[in-house]
């Protein structure tokens, strides 16, 4: 399968400062990358799809001021949580897939802890 | 109604066992469903994929698929210690984007 990397793998700051976590997909051209937020014992939730070079496309509930997404290349997208809060703890993974095909491959995660 | 529901189990079997996930969803034109497996800490790693109506084997995996029942299975032959993870079903109603089913604990016992 595809390889998609994240960075940094866990990162802890303080509230109100803002944290960039960045999604690349390694070995293909990710023409839709989609970022997902998982809290203990509970399922995925995707937050926000984004297609290289348009704006991302943002759940309902998810504020797009906060979680910023930016999908430059076919290869790099990255999330910004900003003015973080403790609230904001949880496991942040991101996924790539190809309209080649509809799998999507998923990067290791970024556990962000807000303290 | 969700839109991807699975038991959330525990399901426990013991090893050696055949482990039956199952999974229903609700749009009925859904066309790619995919099952996931997830251990504690780590992001999903993809099992299987299936398209088609019907059986789909891969090694002691085996999806399986009804599209008139809106209904997908995973099924684990041979089941190991190794096998304990969360499995997550995931559907693809237009084959851009994905939902994901709250997942099935499944837990092998030696």
């Known amino acids: 399968g595809a390889v998609v990397s994240q960075h940094p793998s866990w990162v802890i700051c303080k509230s109100g400062t803002s944290v960039k976590i960045e999604c690349r997909s390694l070995?293909?051209?990710?023409?839709?990358m989609f970022w997902y937020r998982q809290f203990p014992k509970q399922s995925l939730m995707l937050m926000a799809t984004s297609n290289e070079g348009s704006k991302a496309t943002y759940e309902q509930g998810v504020e797009k001021d906060k979680f910023l997404i930016n999908h430059a290349s076919l290869t790099l997208s990255t999330l910004t949580v900003t003015s973080a809060h403790p609230e904001d703890s949880s496991f942040y993974i991101c996924s790539a897939g190809s309209l080649v095909s509809y799998e999507q491959y998923f990067g290791p995660g970024t556990r962000l802890t807000v303290t | 109604q969700k839109e991807v529901e699975q038991n959330s189990g525990p399901l426990s079997v013991p090893e050696g066992a055949i482990a039956s996930l199952n999974c229903t969803y609700s749009d009925r034109g859904s066309q790619s469903f995919f099952w996931y497996r997830q251990y504690s800490g780590k992001s999903p790693e993809l099992i299987m994929f299936?398209?088609?109506?019907g059986d789909k084997e891969d090694g002691r995996f085996t999806a399986q698929l009804n599209k008139a029942s809106q209904y997908v299975s995973l099924l684990i032959r041979d089941s190991q210690p190794s096998d304990s993870a969360t499995y997550l079903c995931a559907v693809n109603p237009n084959n851009n984007d994905m939902r994901f089913g709250a997942g099935t604990r499944l837990t092998v016992k030696p």
């Open positions: 070995d293909f051209q990710a023409t839709t």
């Open positions: 299936i398209y088609s109506n």
